[in-house]
């Protein structure tokens, strides 16, 4: 079977009976980011039966952990402090179950949930916790992306070529690794390890910030932040597609994938794909 990573454009895209039926023939998957980027929109006014029926569609795809406790997992680091229920994929399907349940927002927050452990949770409030966590996310993540922008404004950096961008990719991936690698064995595996994890991250961060900068624009995305958590799922030896109907993020990864491919070295060649939403859904 087909592996599909889903971003919220592709969710929101995609009509449920579309996703339903393909989901028979295909694995599909989607970040938490993607679900909590709509369900920070329930308390919308006169919005909750839109947003809740987006939310639905949740029910045919495959939700992964928290991407940077996964990420920390498998690099074999100590854990990172992420709340509980931002780890665990079954809290956001047991609130689904209520969701589908309720007529209201009001109707939602007097529901109460329990997740793979027992553990009763409380709905009550849970949009605004959402909105919090993306927006404190939001907040660091557009400071790096200012940060990067202002090097490449100030020809402290230089992407002139496709080599360029895959040096300054890497420069990037180093600073995870400086951030981290007291928590690691601090071995070369674990050093490789980590660049092939974090690469398409931090491709994403570069390619919006030179973006940004070519264009000589002031304001960021707060989109960006979700799209970035979206790629740190990924890593270079993946087999999977990327299913979008945002622009910039295609271009992003087509880039990316472009580059990888294009240094002629197999140590970094990916197969991982991009395609646009109706091409998951006409595929055969």
Known sequence: MRTYLLDTSAVRCASGQDLGARSQSAELF??????WEIAS???DPADFNRIKANL???RHVELLREPTASAEQDLALAQVGVEDSLETPDVIYAMLAALCASKSID???RCQIRDSKGTLRQIDGCVERIQ???AAGERQFKRFIANVRELLRNREVVLDTPGAFHSGILDLTNGWWIQVSSRSDQSEES???LIRRGYFFYAYVLYRAADYAGRGATNIDD????DAKLLLHLTIDDEITIVTSDKGLKKCL????QTLNGLNDDWYATRVQVCDTQSLLSMK
């Open 107 to 109: 109707e939602l927050y």
């Open 223 to 226: 989109n960006d932040f979700e």
């Open 56 to 58: 639905m569609k949740f």
């Open 30 to 35: 989607a970040s938490p980011f993607c679900f």
């Open 191 to 193: 050093y490789r390890k």
């Open 254 to 257: 087509q880039n990316a994938i």
């Open 132 to 134: 919090c966590m993306l």
């Open 41 to 43: 929109h329930l308390g």
